[in-house]
């Protein structure tokens, strides 16, 4: 059975439960005023990580956004990520938890690099266990995925990135 196909049979759930709020602890709970996301070079985010990448609204910093349209955007930019997630996963044999947390990592990084990382190479290739620890940690035994670019081009290491990481690695293996 496709992953595709466990979505549309409800044996994998899109937006699921455990996920929105996963996304609101690490995303922001109740961030209904946009600001400037210095981890992101001062993108504008709003609700649960809404950027003007990922709404079909303007996002624009001290703008207030009603928690309708916080849930309302989140529940359409989750599953648009989920859904697009599916579509680069081939082992019909993950979970739930699986799904859940690449599906936060995708919508913090990006679905399209989700799809292109290490970790999900792994997985597909039913190396689930290992493909789960590769979203915290390099080959090398590195920290991955934590890292941002500041103002003067140099990689920086940030620690509540890598806590994000690791909770992800750790649910993803459940």
């Not at 992953?3 to 899109?14: D, N, P, S």
């Not at 890598?162 to 649910?171: C, N, Q, T, V």
Request: hydrophobic share 40%; charged share 20%.
């Amino acid at each position: 059975m496709s992953l595709r196909h466990k979505i549309a049979t409800g044996a994998i759930a899109l937006a699921s439960a455990s996920l929105v709020a996963f996304l609101g602890k690490w995303e922001g709970e109740g961030q209904n005023v946009v600001y400037a996301d210095k981890l992101a070079r001062g993108l504008p985010t709003v609700c649960k990580g809404i950027t003007r990448h990922t709404s079909p609204y303007p996002v624009i910093v001290g703008d207030y956004w009603s928690p309708e349209r916080c849930a309302e955007v989140e529940q359409m930019v989750v599953e648009k990520g989920q859904l697009g997630l599916a579509d680069c996963l081939t082992n019909p044999r993950i979970s739930q938890d699986t799904f859940d947390a690449l599906s936060s990592h995708g919508h913090n990084v990006g679905t399209p690099s989700t799809c292109a990382s290490r970790a999900v190479g792994l997985i597909n290739a039913g190396r689930i266990a290992e493909g789960c620890k590769a979203l915290a940690w390099g080959a090398d035994g590195r920290p991955v995925w934590a890292y941002v670019t500041d103002a003067q081009g140099k990689k920086v290491f940030v620690p509540g990135l890598h806590a994000r990481r690791k909770a992800e690695a750790k649910w993803c293996a459940q």
